[in-house]
């Protein structure tokens, strides 16, 4: 049984990545629930850590620069084992009714249409039928590659054609909304999903085909009365209330303190900048010089490098799949690392120096480089470079770490080699012992020169109770190459921790304690 649950956990957990080209998503027995809609007592907008005006939106459609005791529309979101948070919306006139994610990290709007088929997925939700609404107008607009419309997430896609029609959210209603029925929706990811599609809140630069989101038209419409939207995720999954999203404001039942903000860095995903990352009270080094975040409605977990990560997983004791490639670099280079950051060799050139990149962070210095486990074959692969290639680069990072504590070369390699133990599995699931709770150590995230701090019970996902209880490491490793990356993905279970404020005018993102 307890296989059965890891499986099941396993499943659940890691497909929720739902941001598109870069990074997922997933329904099974159908809990419909009604989207609740009800005002808030005030959503008083929070004007500490004030920055200069910098998106566009407030110009473009005229705001005033504070939240005046404004009032906004709470969606109540439903709450799946702490891995997704959805609510209801409606389409067409009269509206049908769907379940889905609301998420920052994509742009468009789409539900299962009446003309998919051949996909399981499509027949264990409901579909959107054309014919039964009044305002329904068909829409020709294609993809910039010139398909109809396609998007693919970090472990599922779907493909269909778009329409136009109303989109209903409690009380408002967006009017001439361009939205994809999704005739295609292959693999698991979806089959198993509690929802029925997707309402992306991120910007229109990475909208497949370009279409205005929902959220565009809800601050041209007039709809909000503030272009700011707000998230409170409960990480209590046995409650009645999951979650809120308020449009046009925040609830201050739902943070304490002040919010902290940062401006966005890029449009497309909510991304800014963040600076260190702490496990306990000890700086891993790895974003010294500023990494790019993105806060992630629509992804379960916290993503990071997977040199960071592992080092997680080796502090909570996470149990990954063993590298051995990882462990046979580490024998033949590992002293030679040592040596070349003694004698003050620039980190990021140590592995193109000795021959097992081709990137030395600034250009292709070889065209062909023999693996490591090739080597003495007389063999090159390509493949195993990629692989050997990026073990160096993590040496080099856990290796520098290690130094600055003043350890000894034996303690060095010891510890490097038994971080390639804790190497995530290509699933990215790790394994933690559900007893081991207490004496793990808290994992922080700098955010506008402030610490975020995660505790174990709130970075390690739990369930089931007793001996068949199983216990997940919230963090799962994903690698973007500069120069996007290195990039962190803030999910939900981070996002459940910090009440999260979406400027669209200020084109800022703020976090505060959640309540």
């Known amino acids: 049984m307890g296989t059965v649950i890891k499986t099941s956990l396993v499943a659940l957990f890691l497909l929720f990545v739902l941001s598109p080209t870069a990074f997922s998503a997933t329904n099974g027995g159908l809990l419909r629930v009604g989207l609740k809609k009800r005002k808030a007592d005030q959503f008083n907008r929070v004007n500490e850590h004030d920055l200069s005006m910098e998106g566009t939106a407030r110009r473009n459609f005229g705001f005033h620069d504070t939240l005046r005791n404004s ?17 209801e919306i409606g389409i067409g ?19 299962p249409s009446s003309k998919c088929y051949f996909s399981v997925a499509c ?30 997430y970090g472990t599922g896609a779907i493909s269909g054609f778009f329409s136009q029609d109303s989109v209903e959210l409690g009380d408002l209603v967006v009017k001439e909304q361009d939205f994809i029925e999704a005739i295609r929706e292959p693999g698991i990811t979806f089959l198993a999903a509690k929802f029925d599609g997707i309402l992306g809140l991120g910007f229109q630069e990475i909208s497949v085909g370009k279409a205005v989101p929902v959220w565009y ?67 891993t080094g790895f974003c010294n010089g500023g990494c790019a975040a993105i806060a992630d409605s629509g992804t379960s977990l ?36 040592i040596e070349m ?70 303690s060095i390699i010891n510890y490097v080699n038994e971080l390639c133990d804790r190497i995530p599995s290509p699933m990215g699931e790790s394994a933690v012992d559900c007893s081991s ?56 279970v981070f996002m459940g921790q910090f009440h999260t404020v979406f400027d669209f005018g200020k084109s800022r993102v703020g976090f505060a304690e959640a309540a």
């Open 71 to 87: 009032e906004g529309d709470i969606i109540v979101l439903k709450n799946y084992m702490d891995a997704q948070y959805y609510g």
């Open 93 to 111: 006139t009269p509206p049908q009714k769907f379940t889905v994610v609301f998420d920052t990290g994509s742009a468009n709007l789409w539900v």
């Open 123 to 152: 027949l264990l939700h409901p579909k959107f039928k054309a014919s039964r609404s009044s305002t329904y107008k068909k829409n020709g607009m294609v993809a910039l590659d010139g398909t109809a419309a396609a998007i693919q």
């Open 217 to 283: 038209n809800m601050v041209k419409q007039g709809l909000v009365q503030e272009p700011v939207f707000s998230f409170w995720f409960n990480r209590h999954a046995g409650e009645e209330e999951g979650g809120e999203l308020v449009l046009g404001g925040v609830d201050p039942n739902h943070f304490k303190g002040k919010h902290t903000y940062v401006p966005v860095t890029q449009q497309g995903y909510w991304q800014f900048d963040m600076g260190d990352v702490l496990i306990g009270d000890k700086t």
């Open 302 to 337: 916290l993503a990071g490098p997977t040199t960071i990560i592992t080092q997680i997983n080796h502090a909570i004791g996470a149990a990954g799949v063993m590298s051995q490639q990882c462990k046979t670099l580490v024998d033949q280079y590992g002293k030679t690392i």
């Open 341 to 410: 950051l003694l004698s003050e060799a620039q980190p990021d050139k140590i592995c193109s120096q000795m021959n097992l990149c081709t990137f030395d962070g600034h250009q292709d210095v070889s065209s062909i480089i023999e693996s490591v486990v090739d080597k003495n074959n007389g063999k090159s692969s390509a493949g195993l470079n990629d692989g050997i290639c990026t073990f160096c680069e993590m040496a080099v990072v856990w290796v520098q770490s290690q130094l600055k504590r003043n350890q000894t070369e034996d």
């Open 437 to 492: 709770l207490s004496s793990m150590p808290n994992v922080a995230f700098t955010i506008g020169g402030k610490i975020f701090e995660l505790t174990p019970e709130q970075y390690i996902l739990k369930v089931g109770e007793g001996e068949v209880a199983q216990c997940i490491s919230g963090f799962t490793a994903l690698d973007v190459a500069p120069p996007r990356g290195p990039l962190w993905i803030l999910g939900d």
